[in-house]
């Protein structure tokens, strides 16, 4: 699902807990997720749930350590995640610049890909050994030998002489999402069957609750534990240069419990045990080449490639506020984990928004509501530039005053009904066209395309601040700060670098001008597609 996200760039799953990933996961979020398809999935399931209640179900307690298993696997991907969404805002407070920011926010992108292995590892595994066991396991150590590494090497990263080592960052942490994502279609595909049929639906509950559990540790208690000022502020009588935990212990801590818990499951947890009284969910055995092809039959149906096609371009009007806007706050002295725990009071709004929107969103027509919200999101873009642009002045020694962290929160929470707003009518429009001879592809693949569609604006976005940034060398005559090269004997000169115009404002405009475009044009097109015949988004095998 779509995330906003304050404090960090995505994501990762578009619909993890919000914690400002550049002021919007995703996108939800978490990242576009995952989250999306199990809310989507509920979206499908919620009729027969209801008819369902009336029906003797047999207790969960027989299942109990099958359910905390699967919250336990889904936290600790939430981890690995929420330390990528980290990173961002702790680059940002070692001034790297927008291109370094936007070459990292590829990390956030293989929980949008994982569609293009996600045949593999459903279909290529050691029976003997389990299914999802033969992915699982590797996985989770690799991702454990990977957290244990980098508390040995990431400070190195972070603070060698010429600046962070972006890149070295970026093929490290791409790899912990890569690795992460390939852990959640082993996990999401062993709850179909570690679940009894009765029981399964508690599956979608431990993905959405274990997730935000495990990126809020991930994410917003790291940054505030990592924080001095936090710790000296809140949770310290004697005050010390450093936080009560730092990047390399909680990536170590983390690192040794992939292990451990990982070698418990491999030894003790049996993938094919058979519950006494309990029925298993059969588990698909499609190929490969069978998947790949149907996933390319869909994606040829003229109405959907039409869909796809606004999907990738819808959110591209948002892409400077969702992406860059926390990194600015961060840039005028916001302390980072202040925005990371302006998540926690979100947390109701969010559980809350898609129970009440959803009733707006059931009728035939989702993509009403979707429309509809569309020029307040971007409404609320322009506000969140006038906010990076008042944030200066409000600065005081001590900090910034309460009410000016009430306003933050106010205008998160209105963009989040904006985003929720778009986010459920999308999904409910995704279940209603959704052939379901073949949903779960169909809706996977609606929703890889909704996160691409996330993503890609707002790497965009970020490579884009420093081109468009002007500045002119003060206090030395003939020099100039176009380049790091030229700042640098700017300053030598004894002059200073200052900002005449700020990039992220004319992005700011210029991505609400495409976005008004976009909804004056090719938003009414979109809404049309609710127009088409049930038999126009029907997938034939002939095709």
Not at 248 to 253: S, Y
Not at 281 to 289: A, P
Not at 499 to 508: H, I, M, N
């Amino acid at each position: 699902m779509e995330h906003s996200d304050l404090t960090t760039h995505k994501n990762g799953r578009q619909r993890k807990l919000v914690t400002m990933r550049g002021m919007d996961r995703g996108e939800s979020s978490s990242s576009e997720p995952d989250v999306e398809r199990d809310e989507a999935e509920d979206l499908i399931s919620g009729s027969d749930s209801e008819n369902r209640r009336h029906r003797v179900q047999p207790g969960i307690r027989g299942e109990m350590g099958n359910v905390l298993l699967l919250l336990f696997l889904y936290v600790l991907q939430g981890i690995p995640l929420g330390l990528a969404g980290s990173i961002p805002l702790i680059l940002q407070s070692k001034n790297v610049s927008y291109r370094d920011q936007a070459f990292f926010s590829f990390v956030f992108w293989p929980f949008s890909l994982k569609l293009l292995w996600a045949p593999l590892v459903d279909a290529l595994y050691f029976s003997r050994f389990g299914r999802r066991k033969s992915w699982l396991v590797p996985t989770q150590y690799l991702l454990g030998l990977f957290m244990i590494y980098l508390s040995m090497s990431v400070n190195s990263m972070l603070q060698s002489e010429g600046g962070p080592k972006v890149v070295t960052l970026t093929a490290v942490f791409f790899m912990l999402a890569f690795l992460a994502a390939t852990q959640d279609i082993a996990v999401d595909g062993w709850a179909l069957t570690m679940l009894s049929r009765e029981n399964v639906g508690y599956a979608s509950t431990c993905n959405s609750v274990g997730q935000t559990a495990g990126y809020f540790l991930g994410n917003v208690l790291f940054l505030a534990l990592e924080s001095a000022d936090f710790c000296n502020k809140y949770l310290r009588v004697v005050p010390k240069d450093t936080g009560i935990v730092t990047l390399p212990d909680f990536l170590f801590f983390w690192g040794m419990v992939f292990l451990v818990s990982t070698t418990l499951v491999a030894l003790i947890k049996s993938e094919n045990e058979h519950t006494k009284g309990k029925r298993r969910v059969q588990e698909e055995t499609q190929g490969v080449m069978e998947t790949y092809k149907l996933l390319f039959s869909i994606i040829k149906m003229p109405t959907v490639f039409t869909f796809c096609g606004l999907l990738l371009t819808a959110k591209v009007g948002f892409s400077a506020a969702d992406a860059v806007t926390g990194l600015k706050l961060v840039e005028a002295g916001v302390p980072k984990e202040q925005l990371a725990l302006l998540a926690v009071p979100m947390v109701p709004l969010q559980i809350l928004l898609p129970v009440i929107i959803s009733k707006y969103t059931a009728g035939p027509r989702p993509l009403d509501v979707f429309y509809k919200a569309f020029p307040f999101r971007l409404l609320i873009g322009l506000e969140y530039a006038l906010l990076v642009w008042w944030t200066p002045s409000v600065k005081q020694e001590g900090g910034f005053p309460v009410y000016y962290f009430t306003i933050v929160l106010i205008s998160y929470a209105l963009h989040q009904v904006a985003l929720y707003s778009m986010y459920v009518a999308c999904m409910a429009f995704h279940a209603k066209v959704s052939d379901p001879i073949i949903g779960g592809t169909y809706m996977t693949l609606l929703n890889t395309v909704t996160n691409l569609g996330g993503n890609w604006p707002s790497t965009v976005a970020l490579w884009l601040v420093d081109p468009l940034t002007s500045k002119e060398c003060q206090g030395a005559v003939g020099q100039s700060c176009g380049s790091a090269e030229e700042s640098g004997l700017c300053v030598k000169e004894g002059g200073a670098c200052v900002t005449t115009l700020d990039g992220y404002y004319v992005e700011s405009v210029v991505c609400v001008v495409i976005g008004l475009a976009w909804w004056v044009w090719l938003g009414k097109k979109m809404r049309r597609l609710q127009d088409q015949s049930p038999a126009a988004w029907r997938c034939r095998a002939d095709q």
